[in-house]
């Protein structure tokens, strides 16, 4: 008989996650423990912006034309443990008020919550970002928690999806990695994810401390290619080199690549920032925090690029903020998300807002998650609405919107013609020949 899974924790993963598995033909139980969301899901809508999961969404909930209707959610622990043999954890991990540490209540609550219901065999698989240890121990009060005892097992899962990009990446992982204690739980994961298995996904199986380690250590590793790149466009703009043209020539190499070597202002969003955080407070409690001294390097790199772009926004119009008017164009962490969380551009243009100056933003997407944490700044209806009248304009979000605007058309509004690519992803020519002063981070 077929698996029949279920997905605890409803945001970013694992609305996709159970929407992506009942697309590969599995029944599906969404469960959350906020009864509006798992009523906005029935209803086939999701509360977040990301390209093609409503669909997907709708193609498998019931009461749409055409559905499957594999896909259900309820609130219930209880309804989840009898329905599934597979359970997914997906709840999430944020980091802790006034710590490194990621606050783990939520997967501890979601594996207490589940476990006394567990009366047959059943498998639980946590997706989370965790600190390494955490699978040994939530595997342990399974254990002991579920009636079923040591038949309700654990297994590591994590997840690699990109915001965005987040179907194609679920449907069509880059890599599948699994942390088990047995055969068993090896033999249902290979079923659970049969479909990108058969399109050759490698299937990598380890202990649970490496799978946990796995997510850790690449998320470490991107947010230091991306610091790496942004501390050479700080030499850059010292030495008057180019980082834009240094990023192209190292990408060449093959064993550097040319991804996510986009110099800008920085990395945001729900994950990076803070799993390389919670990643030090962990290696320190195990006495290897030397190992990971230089991810607070990397943090540091990204946190000066935004009061580097605040400084460059203050030099442009004149040296003090007061009564200047700065556009802000993108307030998401990345453009095709509404994610606003520690965006880069929502920070710079905070701080120059408390520092006297009036900015008005706009984001094609983020602009009602960007009003909810920074209510005090102005906001405007179109990127033109946002330039009109202003000293300077800030391009922080690199939508493609953004990429088409008429600097022409634009200049004639403006009260300024200087523009600042946070992004370095604008055509800097196409700006000047308009009669802008066009500048961007790293570059002449
Ligand atoms: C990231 C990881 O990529 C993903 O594998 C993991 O599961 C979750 O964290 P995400 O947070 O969606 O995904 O964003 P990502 O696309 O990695 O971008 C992170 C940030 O880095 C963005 O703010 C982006 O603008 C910035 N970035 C990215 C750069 O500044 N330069 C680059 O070259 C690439």
Redesign the pocket.
């Known amino acids: 008989m077929a698996l029949k899974i279920t997905v605890i924790g409803t945001g970013y993963l694992g609305a996709t996650h159970a929407a992506a598995m009942a697309d590969m033909g599995f029944e599906v139980l969404g469960m959350d423990v906020v009864p509006e969301k798992v009523a906005a899901l029935s209803r086939g809508e999701i509360p977040i912006y990301e390209p093609g999961l409503e669909e997907l969404l709708r193609r498998h909930v019931a009461g749409f034309e055409g559905s499957t209707g594999r896909l259900r959610f309820t609130t219930s622990y209880e309804e989840v443990a009898a329905f599934g043999d597979v359970h997914f954890v997906c709840v999430n991990t944020p980091q802790k008020h006034g710590e490194y540490a990621c606050d783990m209540s939520y997967v501890d609550s979601a594996v207490a919550g589940l476990a006394p219901h567990l009366t047959r065999p059943a498998l639980v698989v946590g997706k989370s970002t965790v600190p390494v240890g955490s699978a040994a121990r939530l595997a342990e009060m399974l254990a002991e928690l579920a009636p079923a005892g040591r038949d309700a097992e654990l297994a590591w899962n994590p997840?690699?999806?990109?915001?965005?990009f987040a179907v194609e990446d679920t449907l069509h992982p880059d890599r599948i990695v699994t942390g088990v204690t047995s055969a068993h739980a090896e033999k249902l994961l290979r079923e659970v994810y049969a479909a990108p298995i058969a399109e050759g996904t490698p299937f990598i199986v380890t202990d649970f401390p490496t799978a946990e380690l796995v997510k850790s250590a690449?998320?470490s590793f991107?947010a230091t290619k991306?610091s790496f790149?942004n501390a050479m466009a700080e030499v850059c703009e010292a030495a008057g080199g180019d980082v834009v043209r240094l990023a192209e020539a190292l990408g060449h190499d093959d064993r550097i690549g040319r991804k996510?070597?986009?110099a800008?202002i920085?990395?945001?969003?729900?994950?990076?920032p803070k799993d390389i955080r919670a990643f030090m407070a962990r290696a320190g409690e195990l006495g290897a925090d030397q190992a990971l001294t230089f991810l607070r390097e990397v943090d540091s790199i990204n946190m000066r690029r935004r009061g580097h772009m605040v400084e460059l926004a203050r030099e442009a119009v004149g040296g003090v903020f007061l009564g200047k008017r700065v556009a802000v164009l993108g307030a998401t962490?990345?453009p095709d998300s509404d994610d606003v969380r520690d965006s880069?551009a929502l920070n710079v243009a905070g701080q120059i807002h408390l520092q006297g100056g009036q900015v008005t933003v706009y984001d094609p997407r983020g602009m009602e998650n960007a009003r909810r944490v920074f209510p005090t700044l102005g906001y405007a209806e179109s990127a033109v609405d946002a330039i009109r009248g202003a000293d300077v304009v800030l391009h922080l979000t690199e939508w493609a919107e953004f990429r088409e605007l008429d600097p022409v058309a634009l200049g004639e509004v403006t009260a300024g013609r200087h523009i600042l690519d946070g992004r370095n992803a604008l055509d800097g020519e196409v700006w000047r020949r308009a009669g802008w002063t066009y500048r961007a981070l790293g570059r002449p």
């Open positions: 997840e690699f999806l990109r915001e965005g690449a998320n991107l991306i790149i996510f070597l986009r800008g920085g990395f945001g969003g729900g994950c990076l962490f990345k880069p």
